[in-house]
């Protein structure tokens, strides 16, 4: 099971960025899958999520009003946008797949999770 987190890159404040999560088929298809992400020191703590068909969506406070997640199940692919980017957005992020029957965005509640992707915001 292998899912890929993509798009990272050094960003001014106030500008936006779009991550990518992709993953096999089998490892995609009918599963929620969430955003996370690691500042230095820090948990590593949701941002976001979705669920398998993308009509229900999840969002950390801190980021609310300014990421978007989205899926394209066709092409296997989970999106965040983000807008209006802070320097507090700083933080490696990584994409994960819930686990068969949790109903949790907590980290014990993922099943798998992808190599991260170095998000940097400058002010």
């Known amino acids: 099971v292998q899912l890929q987190a993509s798009g990272g890159g050094l960003v001014q404040a106030g500008g936006s960025l779009r991550l990518s999560c992709t993953a096999s088929a089998r490892t995609f298809s009918g599963y929620a899958i969430g955003w996370f992400r690691q500042a230095p020191g820090k948990e590593r703590d949701v941002v976001a999520g979705?669920?398998?068909?993308?009509?229900?969506?999840y969002y950390a406070d801190s980021v609310k009003g300014r990421f978007t997640i989205s899926r394209d199940n066709i092409n296997n692919t989970v999106y965040l946008q983000m807008n209006s980017l802070k320097p507090e957005d700083t933080a490696v992020y990584y994409c994960?797949?819930?686990?068969?029957?949790?109903?949790?965005?907590?980290?014990?509640?993922?099943?798998?999770w992808g190599k991260g992707t170095l998000v940097t915001v400058s002010s």
């Open positions: 979705i669920n398998w068909n993308g009509d229900s969506t």
């Open positions: 994960a797949r819930r686990a068969p029957g949790s109903s949790t965005w907590g980290e014990n509640g993922m099943a798998y």
